[in-house]
């Protein structure tokens, strides 16, 4: 089960980027969905040459290595996972089969793994991990001797495949972008003049100049190779489930889903959270860098003033080494910092994408506090996370989940705010222009789109 990012890239022009450093470029872009491993395979004249280890994207390539990894076709895939052993289950996963080489790059998570695994076991398969996309290989490399073609093998195996996932899949010959029957992941097709690519999101496509084609839908099998694009609509669905995450915090806010651009759906986050909860206040701040779209929302709907408080440190990254809880408590935290003069004295409404452990906002209302902030009210334009994501939407399990166990008045005086309120369902619903049956909101509502 993995939170990622996907981008694949078929290169049909000569005088195009090279295809190792597009794919490159689209994985920095796309950092922010994943910070723990990265990989690019790179289709070599029929050969796979790959490279994937933890770490985030300048620090697996550079610039000799890219050099080397020319070709005319790849897939790549950054990881956020909360595992320890990370380099194991970096993606893609290359294998070698009957029909020759196969690289597959997943975004997503299956509910059914267990029961997937023990079946191929018993019929003698062997795992190096226990990862969705080694699973969802396998399959399809088995079920590829039966059939012609590898989207009749990935069409068979599809309805095997229960949870939520985009995937690539490359081959000496092809890419293959498939998403579940639900759509919960998104997947963007692109084009730049003769040149196809496969995309978890639209931010990229704006940087190297490539042209939005269409989403790939729910359910469809898309293959791009030097034909161009071939379609095989494989499971209609009316109801629909994409990650309403997607919207609060997984994507970059200049990316577009379903027709809605990032920021904007945010930004109504923000102005539904103030009509549903104001705020008394001098000023509003917000939490760098996913709070800053709510909370200009919140701001222009109660006309109040949005203002920079907060300094992120720009090195701040995993690999820091955390202060302890003893230097945390007396307010050591290096990843934040406050310019007091915008706060000082003033009544403050702190704005954020979502609460989750709750760890944030106590640090944050404890900083507002230290800077001279006469009152601090936090608001937070997600409702209250409950439940956890069995599809790779986070890796926590419910007892870390401070929603799934105290009250919003609570969790209030835990974090030591002047008032605390969240944005409802409905209020997500609006901002989204969705529904129960378009979104998943399951890790708010409790109710599962996949059993
Ligand atoms: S449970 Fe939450 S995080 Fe997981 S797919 Fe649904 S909306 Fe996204």
């Known amino acids: 089960m993995s939170r990622s990012g996907l981008f694949a890239m078929y290169n049909n022009n000569t005088d195009a980027f090279s295809t190792a450093a597009s794919i490159y470029y689209g994985l920095f872009s796309m950092q922010h969905r994943g910070m723990d491993a990265t990989g690019i395979c790179i289709n070599q004249n029929g050969q796979f040459k790959y490279k994937k280890e933890d770490g985030m994207v300048i620090d697996v390539f550079d610039e000799n290595l890219l050099s080397r990894m020319e070709g005319h076709a790849g897939i790549g895939h950054v990881l956020h996972s909360n595992r320890s052993d990370v380099r194991e289950y970096a993606q893609p996963i290359v294998i070698r ?22 079946e191929l076991e018993l019929q003698g398969a062997v795992f190096q991990t226990s990862d969705d996309a080694e699973i969802i290989s396998v399959l399809i490399s088995r079920a590829r001797n039966r059939f ?19 995937l690539l899949v490359m081959t000496p010959r092809k890419i293959i972008g498939v998403r579940d029957s639900l759509g919960m992941k998104p997947l963007i097709l692109g084009k730049k003049r003769n040149s196809l690519y496969f995309s978890s999101e639209t931010c990229i496509y704006n940087e190297l100049d490539v042209e939005v084609i269409r989403e790939v ?53 923000g102005r539904i959270l103030a009509e549903e909860a104001p705020a008394d206040a001098d000023v509003i701040v917000w939490v760098p860098n996913s709070g800053l779209a709510a909370a200009s929302g919140y701001a ?37 910092a406050v310019i007091k003069s915008r706060v000082c ?13 709750g760890t944030t906002g106590r640090l944050l209302v404890d900083l507002l506090r230290d800077a001279g902030a006469k009152e601090v009210h936090m608001r937070i334009a997600a409702p209250e996370v409950k439940n956890e994501c069995y599809f790779g939407g986070n890796d926590l399990d419910r007892t870390s989940l401070i929603s799934s166990h105290k009250t919003t008045k609570e969790i209030q005086d ?3 705010a002047d008032s605390l309120a969240f ?29």
């Open 414 to 416: 835990m974090i030591g």
């Open 148 to 166: 012609e073609t590898i989207e009749e093998a990935i069409a068979d195996i599809m309805p095997k495949l229960r949870g939520a996932y985009a």
């Open 300 to 336: 222009k709907a109660l006309n109040l003033p949005l203002e920079d408080a907060f300094l992120k440190n720009k090195f701040y990254c995993n690999k820091f080494v955390q202060p302890t809880e003893d230097m945390v408590r007396r307010g050591v935290t290096m990843k934040l």
């Open 217 to 269: 839908m729910p359910g469809e099998i898309v293959t791009i190779n030097q034909d161009g694009i071939k379609s095989f609509q494989q499971i209609h669905e009316e109801k629909r489930a994409l990650c309403a995450y997607e919207y609060i915090y997984h994507s970059r806010p200049d990316s577009v889903l379903n027709g809605i651009e990032v920021f904007e759906a945010r930004e109504d986050m």
């Open 97 to 118: 089969y009957t029909s020759g080489q196969m690289a597959v790059a997943l975004n997503g998570g299956l509910v059914n793994t267990e029961e997937l695994r023990k």
């Open 423 to 451: 944005l409802s369902v409905k209020g997500l619903k609006e901002a989204c222009k969705g529904t129960e049956n378009t979104l998943c909101m399951a890790c708010f509502t409790g109710e599962y789109p996949v059993k």
């Open 345 to 357: 004295g003033k009544r403050v409404v702190v704005v954020d994408d979502s609460m989750v452990r």
